[in-house]
T-cell receptor, first 112, second 115 residues
Framework: NAGVTQTPKFRILKIGQSMTLQCTQD?????MYWYRQDPGMGLKLIYY???????DKGEVPNGYNVSRSTTEDFPLRLELAAPSQTSVYFC???????????FGSGTQLSVL | GENVEQHPSTLSVQEGDSAVIKCTYS??????FPWYKQELGKRPQLIID?????GEKKDQRIAVTLNKTAKHFSLHITETQPEDSAVYFC??????????????FGKGTMLLVSP
């Protein structure tokens, strides 16, 4: 199993551009999460999904959108990139809700 | 929602010493408390976890203790080694308005073990 796969690993965006961060898992987990990690601030939950077609906001959802059309994929969309969205983004999945998260390798995003 | 506080933010120890990282949580309904280790440039990885029906759990050189009454839990690393140098995050499982649970993380502790 590949586990949780995120692409791209690095990206530089200009202010106002849009992009999609991809996340795929092959463990047949129903629960998937997007976190952002800022220096010294821990991991903040952006959005989560409890199954195909079901998503909900986390602590910091503004400026982001998600969709979950299949069990495997949980993409994160940035519509109008802002410098405040410069961060490292981690996707995670889990078999039992809220426990033993498996993280992807992360996407380092810079908005300039 | 759940709020997790973690201290200290940085911790420097000599190789062979013990290290202790402490966390508090706010939601008395939280029942699962994992600890993650993140090496520089890598993903967070689960190193140990504890449930609210257990007071202490050990795995070789690491242990976690939980005090439900005081709503705090701690990570203990004994006989530290340079490879223990990393950022450690505590987390608590809280329940959202949707009825589903998510993990809320502390801000992390950077542990530096000097040879």
């Amino acid at each position: 199993n590949a586990g949780v796969t995120q692409t791209p690993k690095f990206r530089i965006l200009k202010i106002g551009q849009s992009m999609t961060l991809q996340c795929t898992q092959d463990m047949n987990h129903n629960y998937m999460y997007w976190y952002r990690q800022d220096p010294g601030m821990g991991l903040k939950l952006i959005y989560y999904s409890v199954g195909a077609g079901i998503t909900d906001k986390g602590e910091v959802p503004n400026g982001y959108n998600v969709s979950r059309s299949t069990t495997e994929d949980f993409p994160l969309r940035l519509e109008l990139a802002a410098p405040s969205q410069t961060s490292v983004y981690f996707c995670a999945s889990v078999k039992v809700t809220g426990e033993k998260l498996f993280f992807g390798s992360g996407t380092q995003l810079s908005v300039l | 929602g759940e709020n997790v506080e973690q201290h200290p933010s940085t911790l420097s120890v000599q190789e062979g010493d013990s290290a202790v990282i402490k966390c508090t949580y706010s939601d008395s309904a939280s029942n699962y408390f994992p600890w993650y280790k993140q090496e520089l440039g890598k993903r967070p990885q689960l190193i140990i976890d504890i449930r609210s029906n257990v007071g202490e759990k050990k795995d070789q050189r690491i242990a976690v203790t939980l005090n439900k009454t005081a709503k705090h839990f701690s990570l203990h690393i004994t006989e530290t080694q340079p490879e223990d140098s990393a950022v450690y995050f505590c987390a608590a499982k809280g329940y959202r308005g949707s009825g589903y649970s998510t993990l809320t993380f502390g801000k992390g502790t950077m542990l530096l073990v000097s040879p």
